[in-house]
């Protein structure tokens, strides 16, 4: 699903407004006939409007689940990313109220039907209607609470990013060290790219067809391997998680981060299991016998070379 067509949500004051107006215009609709009494002209008119304001109450909240994401479907990399900043639990119960709430209007409804037969004057039946619309306007305030936490997760999610179910080779490295330029030169995305670390605010995004298969590539954000992730970096740790195919990891002998540091790092990415391909940035800038030095002792790639490996994993690696 696209988090982007889950509709803005209302608050409850909002909800009961359109609910009254919806109600307002189809008693009005209601044309007296020459054999209806006021009694009889009354019950018409207000049977329809609390008819219409339960439908307009309804169609907005019954279709909630249908609008935002089944947890138990949910590609794992958007439900850890949906846990790290909302209470799962939370969400489910959340949900569940503002689903229910027309099950209880209904029953508010069909006992107010019965009063507004049973009524003997309009004024009868139009305070039957306004019984109706206090009960109504109480549970749906209920759930005020709820709509607006539920909207605060729409923002939310509308901000992740759009990954596809597509072969998904991840960049990872060091800040600084060439990723975004690497996506750039192999895909074409116009990612910014800064002199200084940490800018990346979010995991760019490329594709690129390779022998007729459509790849995606995912950059993301350097990561100086802390205990404490912000937001960005656990967004890169979830899509090494659970969406990359292959990682390709880039080291960089130009910048500041210590070779050991950037074995070390590369060697944290084990524990995702999955295949890593070691190329070696800013290549015009080593010496020859230098990188003929680094492709010996880790196998790093030529962007030329890199394609070719990644098309290799292709024709072996499941993808999502």
């Known amino acids: 699903?696209?988090?982007?067509?889950?509709?803005?949500l209302p608050t409850a004051q909002q909800v009961m407004q359109s609910a009254l107006t919806r109600g307002r215009k189809k008693a009005s609709s209601i044309t007296k006939r020459k054999?209806?009494?006021?009694?009889?002209?009354a019950r018409k008119k207000e049977r329809e409007r609390i008819i219409a304001i339960y439908h307009d109450i309804a169609d907005r909240l019954k279709s909630l689940p249908k609008q935002f994401p089944d947890?138990?479907?949910?590609?794992?990399?958007?439900?850890?990313?949906l846990a790290n900043d909302f209470s799962l639990d939370e969400y489910r119960q959340r949900l569940s109220r503002a689903q229910n709430t027309p099950r209880a209007i209904a029953a508010i409804r069909d006992s107010v039907r019965g009063k507004i037969e049973a009524a003997q004057s309009p004024q009868e039946?139009?305070?039957?209607?306004k019984h109706f619309i206090g009960r109504t306007s109480g549970a749906?305030?209920?759930?005020?609470?709820?709509l607006v936490w539920l909207e605060d997760v729409r923002r939310k999610l509308r901000t992740y990013p759009k990954l596809k179910e597509l072969f998904t080779v991840c960049i990872a490295g060091f800040p600084n060290v060439g990723k975004t330029t690497l996506l750039k030169a192999l895909t074409g995305a116009s990612a910014e790219i800064n002199e200084y670390a940490f800018t990346t605010k979010s995991l760019n995004l490329g594709y690129k067809q390779i022998k007729g298969r459509k790849i995606q590539f995912v950059d993301t954000?350097?990561?100086?391997?802390?205990?404490?992730?912000?937001?960005?970096?656990?967004?890169?740790?979830?899509a090494l998680k659970y969406v990359a195919d292959v990682i390709v990891y880039v080291y960089d002998y130009t910048e500041s981060y210590a070779l050991s540091d950037q074995h070390a790092l590369r060697a944290?990415?084990?524990?995702?299991?999955?295949?890593?391909?070691?190329?070696?940035s800013k290549q015009d800038l080593i010496p020859d016998e230098e990188f003929a030095r680094f492709k010996e002792e880790v196998g790093g790639l030529t962007q030329e070379e890199l394609l070719d490996a990644i098309h290799a994993f292709v024709r072996t690696t499941r993808t999502l």
């Open 1 to 8: 699903m696209s988090f982007e067509d889950i509709p803005h």
């Open 35 to 41: 054999t209806d009494t006021p009694l009889t002209l």
């Open 71 to 81: 947890l138990d479907t949910l590609n794992e990399f958007y439900r850890e990313l």
């Open 125 to 129: 039946v139009k305070q039957a209607t």
């Open 140 to 146: 749906v305030e209920r759930i005020g609470d709820d």
């Open 221 to 238: 954000p350097g990561t100086l391997n802390r205990e404490h992730m912000n937001e960005i970096e656990m967004q890169a740790h979830l």
């Open 268 to 280: 944290a990415l084990d524990e995702h299991g999955k295949p890593v391909i070691h190329y070696l």
